[in-house]
């Protein structure tokens, strides 16, 4: 085959996981017979063509990787990865090879006659958040333009809409951090918020270490004593579901104890008379009772919180992945607001985003409800200027679709025909036995992977794509950090990129032009999408990223002088608000020569120092209120479930449960639980156990721990099969951010025959 290197020196690029991006080096070396057998015929890790070489100089971490990135280059030899495009016969029913022509035709057929017979809106299109900016951005525009179905989201709903949406009511924008992680480490307090970095993006606890060298402290809240929590100062273990009222008890107790930082409030909030009062309902002993975290540890913690000079909350997945989540979010940012916390140097409230594009993947239009450049939808002047790059008229693009889960569950039923890229829901939704029988329901369903996922196997049609070390591309890391990921091997014989895919796609459906297969000419369209946008990636460029490692965004194509000097000036105040920088849409236009008095746009590291992103520039404070989960114990299932992750797998394993050292480490599902739920069972170690809902049940074998609350049992979530742990989970959504409650059902527990 000609699967040679692109280049003899190595190559930086970025980890094919999460969203920290950690930087690394890809360098070529030569064949040598073959990939090895692994467990279930997987390869054991030889490095298909490259091997990762350290690299020091990226700053976000500065050459560490974790297991999952250090073996990353295993999946590019994997013997089980596809290489060649399936189709499913008719009269065999099975999927057998064949040609890319024919594998293209097939779905331009599928989705062309499923539109013809039921309207576009009966074409659905899923995306995920590890596909590049490039492909996020084609995606949506291949979904609204070609195919004209409203009907797109992507699995990036499932990690932190409701951070987003709850970012959006305070702030005006949603940029996860507004400031770069390193300052993490040189602030006073930190609250960690249902995270556990330690497992999911081990090399960013550096930066919680050097934390504490400084004689800062870390708060960990979660319901489990994970090796994120064995790092913190005080853990704080709520009852799941109930960090909401967490955090109104520590906004109670701040309000008490005289604490509210009042100039603050009046200079650049609204809303704090509301916000106030709700907190004043949520009294600690109330709190107490709701969450089980005792009212010393509460006054502690608002304690070290409010003593430090600089303080910050950082939430991820546990607060989110509730079907409160955005409330919840709303209450850790009111804590923030009160004590003047927010928009400041080194303080803030921030989210750590899960996928490598948890970001980006939301802000260039493969969300139901935007367009490039994290432009509404729903907004006229965004229609319009999007729809001017695109060549087409605003009336033409459809209005918002369903959010993620929503869509799935019309599969087979309003929605017959879906085209999904860089996603396996049958592992990773909600409810999943539920949304594998409605992707069964398809009249026709077309997936593009690496490998043959759970939800690919379900496939009428199976195209075999490039992997990141195959491809050039961009992504957007937690911080807002643009980087450059390229491609270090060309692709295997018979694999072609998703960008070639969708142009290819396009190209049958009547649209030979406006579709790229490169991915910088797509870049340079996003470009001009985004322009004046909250996202505004115009001054980006991949020269740039390559030359600064990464540009934050906003970055407007251009600055006036005395911006551009206020914008680069200090650290760590060198914020440009994005209503004073962005350019108006139509005057930013990438290529056109800078003006006299204009100068390069330096990009946005750190946000709201000098307003917030709203009308007024205030932050607005969210009137909240606890209210229980969707779904809370009863006799009849009277145990709580939450779902997490483990070191060594990744999202729905697709990549990780197929390289042979990760699977060693990692090999299956458990369940965790407590000596004093175990001996009540009377399971043992390691006997099987099954977590039944009224969804459906799973089966792995008990974990026996004193490290998570005796009311509460933990599932990883990334095995499909009878261990699939989302099976259980309740789909109930979100009413502002459609975010699943992944985080928090009710089960009962049954001991189950070997
Ligand atoms: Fe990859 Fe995340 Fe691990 Fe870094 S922490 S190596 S980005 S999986």
């Known amino acids: 085959g000609d699967r040679s290197p692109a280049s003899s020196d190595p190559v930086d690029t970025h980890c094919p996981y999460c969203s920290l991006q950690c930087g690394m080096a890809l360098r070529p070396v030569p064949p040598d017979g073959g990939p090895g057998d692994g467990p279930e015929g997987r390869p054991e890790g030889r490095p298909g063509g490259v091997e990762v070489v350290e690299r020091t100089a990226f700053p976000v971490n500065r050459g560490a990787l974790c297991g999952k990135g250090r073996t990353a280059p295993a999946v590019l030899s994997s013997r089980v990865r596809l290489t060649e495009p399936l189709v499913r016969r008719p009269d065999t029913g099975q999927l057998e090879p064949a040609t890319w022509e024919e594998a293209l035709d097939r779905i331009a057929e599928g989705l062309e006659s499923t539109g013809r017979a039921y309207g576009r809106d009966a074409v659905g299109v899923f995306g995920g958040g590890g596909l590049t900016n490039e492909k996020a951005y084609a995606l949506g525009k291949f979904a609204r333009v070609v195919l004209g179905t409203s009907q797109i989201d992507y699995n990036g709903r499932f990690c932190m809409s409701s951070a987003a949406a709850a970012h959006q009511r305070a702030f005006g924008l949603d940029r996860g951090l507004p400031f770069p992680l390193a300052d993490v480490a040189r602030t006073g307090c930190v609250v960690l918020v249902g995270s556990n970095l330690a497992e999911t993006m081990p090399p960013a606890l550096r930066y919680l270490t050097e934390l504490k060298e400084a004689g800062g402290q870390l708060i960990v809240v979660d319901p489990r004593r994970t090796r994120t929590a064995e790092q913190a100062d005080l853990h704080l273990a709520p009852r799941p579901g109930t960090d909401l009222a967490l955090a109104l008890g520590l906004l109670h107790l701040v309000v008490a104890e005289g604490r509210v930082d009042e100039d603050f409030v009046e200079r650049r909030t609204s809303g704090w008379p509301e916000a106030r009062a709700a907190a004043m309902a949520h009294w600690p002993e109330l709190v107490e009772r709701i969450t089980g975290v005792p009212v010393p540890e509460l006054r502690k913690a608002v304690t070290m919180f409010c003593d430090a000079e600089s303080s910050m909350v950082l939430t991820a997945r546990g607060p989110e992945q509730q079907s409160k989540g955005t409330d919840t979010v709303g209450a850790w940012i009111n804590l923030c607001l009160a004590t003047g916390r927010a928009g400041r140097p080194l303080s803030g409230y921030g989210c750590l985003t899960g996928q490598g594009n948890g970001q980006g993947g939301r802000e260039h239009g493969q969300k ?120 270090a091997l060309t692709p295997p014989p ?261």
């Open 494 to 754: 018979g694999v072609r990129t998703d960008l070639w895919v969708l142009s290819g796609l396009a190209a049958r459906l009547g649209w030979e032009k406006g579709f790229p297969a490169d991915a910088e000419e797509v870049f340079e369209e996003l470009r001009r999408a985004s322009a004046g946008g909250p996202a505004d990636y115009s001054g980006i460029t991949y020269r740039r990223i390559a030359e600064e490692d990464g540009v934050f965004w906003p970055c407007p194509e251009r600055v006036e002088r005395d911006d551009a000097e206020g914008a680069a000036s200090a650290n760590p105040a060198d914020s440009v608000s994005p209503a004073d920088s962005a350019s108006p849409a139509d005057s930013v236009s990438p290529g056109n020569s800078m003006t006299a008095g204009a100068h390069p746009h330096p990009g946005t590291p750190r946000l709201f120092l000098d307003r917030f992103a709203t009308d007024d520039g205030r932050a607005r404070f969210a009137p909240v209120s606890h209210r229980p989960a969707a779904e809370e114990p009863d006799a009849e299932y009277p145990v709580l479930l939450t779902t997490g992750r483990v070191l060594a797998q990744y999202q729905s394993g697709a990549q990780t449960r197929r390289v042979g050292e990760l699977n060693e480490a990692a090999p299956g599902p458990y369940v965790q639980l407590h000596p004093l739920l175990a001996e009540r069972l009377g399971v043992d170690e390691g006997a099987p156990i099954a977590v039944v809902s009224r969804r459906g049940r799973a089966l792995a074998p008990a974990r026996i721990s004193r490290d998570i609350r005796p009311d509460t049992v933990f599932m990883p979530f990334h095995w499909a099969g009878p261990g699939r742990a989302n099976t259980v989970t309740n789909p109930a959504l979100d009413p502002v951010s459609r975010m699943p409650e992944f985080k928090v059902c009710a089960v009962r527990l049954e001991p189950a025959a070997d």
């Open 368 to 487: 139901a409800d935007q367009l490039p450049g994290y432009r509404k939808l729903d907004d006229p002047a965004a229609r319009a200027h999007v729809a001017a790059v695109w060549g087409v008229e605003p009336d033409d693009l459809p209005g918002p679709g369903r959010s993620a889960y929503e869509l799935l569950d019309a599969l087979g039923q309003d929605i017959r025909a879906l085209l999904l890229m860089g996603s396996n829901p049958l592992v990773s939704a909600p409810r999943a036995a539920h949304v594998e029988s409605r992707l069964r329901s398809l009249d026709f369903l077309a997936v593009a992977d690496v490998v043959l996922s759970e939800t690919a196997a379900l496939a009428d049609v199976v195209l075999p794509v490039a992997q990141w070390a195959e491809e050039t591309g961009t992504m957007t890391n937690l911080e807002g950090r643009v980087l450059l990921r390229r491609a």
